[in-house]
Each structure stands twice: as C-alpha cells, then as structure tokens.
C-alpha cells in the first residue's frame, strides 16, 4: 500500500519550504525570503518513530487572486490538499491571524480533511506567547508553537501528524527504480512530458521561462519498469542567470543530473539545436551518464518524407562530441513517441550497466589491433599487452601498454570505437584510462 500523504499548505511566505526542510532533514526545497519561491508540489519521505509517510511542500495560496503563476500555484495546493491524508497548515505568529489565513482554513474545513494548525516562528523557549491564543479563531483546533528554523515544537507537531494518518504494515518494495533527469533550456516541454506521462498537471506548465525551479522527483511503473523522472530547472546560459533563487535552481538541477543513472536531454524542434543544448549535453556526458535526445514539439514541425532524416544527420553532426547518443522526436503533448523513450531509457540504463568479460575484450584487441597497427614513434612502437573493464556506469576500461606517451588520442579513440562495434554500449560514454605496464617502466 502507498505511504500516507502529508501536505504543508499556507499563505506565501511562511515558512513552509523551511519547515518541509526540517521535516526531511534534507536541503531540498529552496528557501529564500521572496513569495512564490516554492511553485510545484514537491515530494519527499519522512519518517517519525519509525513511521514513515510523504511529505509534500507547495507553493503559498493566495486565494483571492485568478491571474497568472499565482493561480496555478493554488491550483497545485489544490491537488496536494484533494490527496492528502493530513494536513498542516502553517500560519506566522508575528503576522497574527491574516485575512488570507482565515480564507485558506475555510478551505481546508470544507475539504473535510484532519488539519494540525502550526504557527510558526515561536523561536523562543518557554511558555507560549500570548498571541498565539488569537489562532483559536481560526476554528482548526489547538494551534502548535513551532519554529521551523530552529526545531522547536516539530517533534509534537509530528506526533500529532501520525494521529491522522491510516498506517499500514510495510510491505517490500522493489528498489529497483532507474532514476531518469529530465534537462534542457527553458520551455523545452520537460514538465509537460511528466504531466503527460502522469496523466495530470502535477508540475505547473506556463508560457514563462523558469517555471520550474526544484528539481522534483516522480516515481512511474510502467510496462517498460519503474521509474524516478526529475523534472528540473531550465539551464540558461550563466550571464542570464540572474536573482539567487535561479543560482539555486540552476545548483538543483546539476544535482538531479549527477543522481540519475540516464539524461533525457530535451531539445525543442521549433528551435532547433543552440549552443546551451550543446553545454547541458555536455555536463550528462562528463558525468558519466546515459543520455538520449528527445526532440520535443516534434507535432508544430511543419514535415516531409525527409524531415526527420534531415534533422537526425543534423543534430548528429551538432552533437558529434557525443556519437552514441540515440535520437528521438516526440510530442509531450500528443503523447508521440513517448512508449519508445521508456523502452529506450530501459535499455540505455542497461548499456550504462554493462560489463563485458576480460576475455572477450582482448580477442576484440587482438583483432583491432592486427586491423590497424598501434602507432610509433622514433623507432618505438606501441604495444597494449591487455585491456580490461574496471568499473560500469560509465563502462572504464584500462589498456596496459608499454609506454603511455605512444598511445596517442586518436588510436584511444580508434580502440573505442571498436569496442562499440562489436559490444554496442549505445547511449553511453565511455571511459578510456591508459597505464604502462607493472611499476610504469617501459618495454
């Protein structure tokens, strides 16, 4: 059975981000003293005496206002609040009783779900202030002293949390889950895929560069496996990275990307290829990950019979760096495609993973090496005695040679290649490590 579902709701501002931090114990909600830092729902275990639920931030209801981010923002507060099993409202003790507080308890009286009220920044030890009597106002009940900064009342607040929640005996689950860092520049259509892929709005999708800003995580079981897609920030090149919460953003999804086991790099076909898509590539390549290109928007394309195969030669040529990517055009709309990039992230992952056998490596050398012979240099020719796999993810290999200086660029990358034709490893780098024989002397 799911774990139980607790959501942070209030006003902009609060705290809520801060205490969803608390909770966790993790840094994972970005906190600034700006309204509407926080924008989609993000998810996150907790556990509390060895209970374990999901914890869920949103982004500050401002319930009287219709237009703009603002209204998507209490739209996402909405779904968090429809499936919930709990909820904690959080208000500020040095604020009082707000109009917006009185608005968003009717809110939560009528969704019918149990509340713990929280008023927080009470940051002082000791009997509680006399102000926090006027929250009783609000009709939820007692309201719990708690400063979301230091800790304080957090434990009791989590006490009377678990007193709501329905839970059940754990089960075993299957951990097996490929994490998947969905990147690209702005307005690509990454949050638009994971709400197509989910079949709801989970992530908030707006004609507005840097929508999103956590990088946040969503489990999928499909056909092809089980999941956790990340959905990130936009990267924008540094000079136009502006305010601190960008930086923030930008930080997180760098992070998610070094998490992930495949990159799905998110170009769009309206725009074509640009040198940011090049320098995220690039960054899912120098991590080692697997990666695959996922042309979105691919349904506004205006095409021939040659459309396809004119973009592919294009994209491979901009993206030469990285020759082993797989190409895919989709529509995070329509839904285009989208069954084959799961099917491709599974088997990406798996050549991510592969390890091939010393001894298949070598009969593979053997043969390279009769093809072409190793280069020389001042009557001293190369010789590589073995090569062997040391680690996965990305596949390293290291080639014992007599002298590392004869094994020049070019013959590496001519051994590479072979060892892709005859192995495959599609959708991954790979790593080459060059060492002279036994203590380094030379033969």
């Not at 106002?137 to 009342?153: A, F, K, Q, R, T």
């Not at 079949?199 to 499909?222: M, S, W, Y």
Request: a negative charge; charged letters at 25%.
């Amino acid at each position: 059975m799911a774990k139980p579902i607790v959501a942070i709701i209030g006003r902009p501002n609060v705290g809520k981000s801060t205490l969803f931090n608390k909770l966790t114990g993790q840094r994972i909600a970005i906190v600034e003293d700006t309204p509407g830092v926080t924008r989609d729902r993000i998810l996150y275990d907790c556990e509390w005496t060895g209970r374990q639920f999901l914890l869920v931030d949103t982004g500050g209801i401002e319930p009287n206002i219709d237009d703009g981010l603002l209204a998507h923002m209490r739209q996402q507060a909405q779904i968090a609040i429809d499936s919930a099993d709990c909820i904690i409202m959080v208000t500020e003790l040095t604020a009082g009783v707000t109009p917006q507080d009185q608005d968003i308890a009717g809110l939560l009286m009528r969704s019918g779900k149990p509340v713990v009220l929280a008023v927080n920044k009470c940051d002082t030890v000791g009997e509680p202030p006399m102000e926090l009597y006027d929250f009783y106002s609000l009709g939820l009940g007692e309201p719990m002293p708690i400063s979301s900064v230091h800790g304080h009342g957090t434990g009791d607040l989590l006490d009377a949390v678990c007193e709501h929640l329905p839970f059940t005996a754990p089960e075993d689950e299957d951990e097996d889950r490929i994490p998947v860092a969905v990147i690209g520049r702005p307005n690509v259509g990454k949050s638009s895929l994971i709400n197509h892929i989910l079949g709801e709005n989970r992530l908030i999708v707006a004609n507005e560069a840097g929508t999103t800003r956590d990088a946040i995580d969503t489990q999928v079981e499909n056909k092809y496996g089980k999941f956790i897609l990340t959905d990130t920030a936009g990267l924008r090149k540094k000079g136009r990275v502006e305010d601190g919460v960008e930086r923030y953003s930008v930080l997180r999804s760098l992070s998610a990307v070094e998490r992930s086991r495949v990159a799905v790099i998110m170009i769009d076909a309206t725009v074509g290829f640009t040198e940011q898509d090049s320098k995220i590539a690039g960054y899912a390549h120098e991590q080692g990950k697997g990666c695959i290109i996922a042309v979105n928007k691919w349904d506004l394309v205006e095409k021939d019979s040659y459309t396809m195969d004119r973009m592919r030669k294009d994209l491979a040529a901009d993206f030469s760096f990285m020759s082993y990517v797989p190409i895919l055009f989709i529509s995070a709309v329509t839904g285009q495609r989208i069954d084959k990039l799961f099917e491709t992230i599974r088997f990406v992952d798996q050549q991510n993973g592969t390890r091939i056998p010393t001894g298949a490596l070598n009969e593979m050398l053997a043969r390279a090496t009769s093809r072409v012979q190793p280069p020389s240099d001042k009557g001293k020719r190369l010789k590589i005695f073995y090569i062997t796999q040391s680690s996965t993810r990305p596949p390293t290999f290291v080639c014992f040679s007599n002298q590392k200086a004869l094994f020049h660029f070019s013959y590496q990358r001519y051994i590479e290649n072979q060892i892709r034709e005859t192995f495959g490893l599609t959708g991954t780098p790979i790593r080459m490590v060059v060492r002279e024989h036994g203590d380094g002397s030379t033969r």
